[in-house]
């Protein structure tokens, strides 16, 4: 089984954007030491507390600062930009770095109305992602009236990245697929089953890849686990009540917060469906879940506040699935 890296560039109590931008690089060579496969990078606009929100820049600078591990997007959210530039924007990471780069794309709009109005967007947007995406390919393959430079004649490989419609989406223009189980994990299986059986090989994909997006913490004891999950827990739960991010703080600061009633639903909410434990409990876990979904990769995220814990937690990860 693969196993790959999502950074959203999260900022920490005390540290700048600056810093976060810089930890995501610097967390990629770590990454690539430990034998991942990928690291992508995500994009967020206007949200406090996420530094990420220019991802081919940012994976720019990750892929000139590695030399073997693949660097992409988690992903570039294609309504909120014009498929020519986005088809450019790769065109140039391949011709760069060639055969290291991955287009992820995602279907998501800006976190808030006032975003949406400054990217010059709206949620209705979204529904033409389809379109949007068949546009983009066409760069690459030549197909389009306009030609894409230095996309043309290149293959970057594109992933959609999807909770539930834009897994058809992914299955008709034969793309690999990476889900989460945003909306349970029944929800996600019934997804993976419906884009094998409606996937069409392309000039992309022969057959269905299918990548799996999960948060995994690993520690010594189940205890120390569950508490790397809490820092990023806390800033779910402060952003569905107060929109916006705050910085990462550490674990035992989250659990002396005096939280409101709805702010502790959203708290505990945001601490279900993740894997966590030890390595014997988690190997177990992902094990289940790659079963379960016929997975052929497991996209891992983890947000902490504590730099080396997280590390460590990688790391133990790594040993568990890729040495």
Wanted: cysteine-free.
């Amino acid at each position: 089984m693969q196993l790959s890296v999502l950074d959203r560039s999260r900022t920490r109590s005390g540290g700048s954007h600056a810093d976060a931008l810089r930890d995501t690089v610097e967390f990629a060579r770590q990454a690539e030491a430990l034998g991942y496969h990928r690291f992508w990078v995500s994009e967020h606009h206007g949200v406090p507390g996420v530094a990420g929100s220019a991802p081919t820049v940012l994976a720019a600078a990750i892929a000139g600062a590695t030399s073997r591990i693949r660097v992409g997007t988690g992903g570039v959210m294609l309504p909120n930009h014009q498929p020519l530039v986005v088809a450019e924007q790769f065109g140039v990471l391949e011709s760069l770095f060639p055969g290291r780069i991955d287009m992820g794309l995602g279907r998501s709009v800006g976190f808030t109305e006032p975003v949406r109005r400054a990217l010059g967007h709206d949620k209705r947007d979204a529904d033409e992602f389809g379109a949007r995406l068949a546009e983009l390919l066409s760069y690459f393959t030549g197909d389009a009236a306009v030609s894409g430079y230095p996309a043309r004649g290149l293959r970057v490989p594109a992933f959609v990245l999807a909770t539930g419609a834009g897994a058809e989406v992914a299955a008709a223009h034969g793309l690999p697929l990476v889900i989460a189980a945003v909306r349970g994990e029944e929800a996600m299986v019934r997804a993976v089953d419906g884009y094998r059986a409606r996937f069409r090989p392309s000039a992309w994909a022969d057959e269905p890849h299918v990548v799996v997006s999960s948060t995994v913490a690993v520690a010594d004891t189940t205890e120390d686990a569950w508490r790397l999950l809490l820092p990023g827990a806390w800033s779910m739960a402060h952003s569905r009540t107060r929109g916006e991010f705050p910085p990462l703080i550490p674990p035992d600061e989250v659990l002396a917060l005096d939280m409101t009633a709805r702010e502790r639903t959203y708290f505990e909410e945001s601490l279900r469906g993740h894997v966590f434990g030890t390595p014997t409990e988690v190997a177990k876990a992902l094990d289940g879940l790659v079963r379960r979904t016929g997975a052929d990769e497991v996209l891992v995220t983890t947000s902490t506040y504590d730099r080396s814990a997280m590390l460590a937690s990688y790391e133990r990860l790594a040993d568990l699935f890729t040495r």
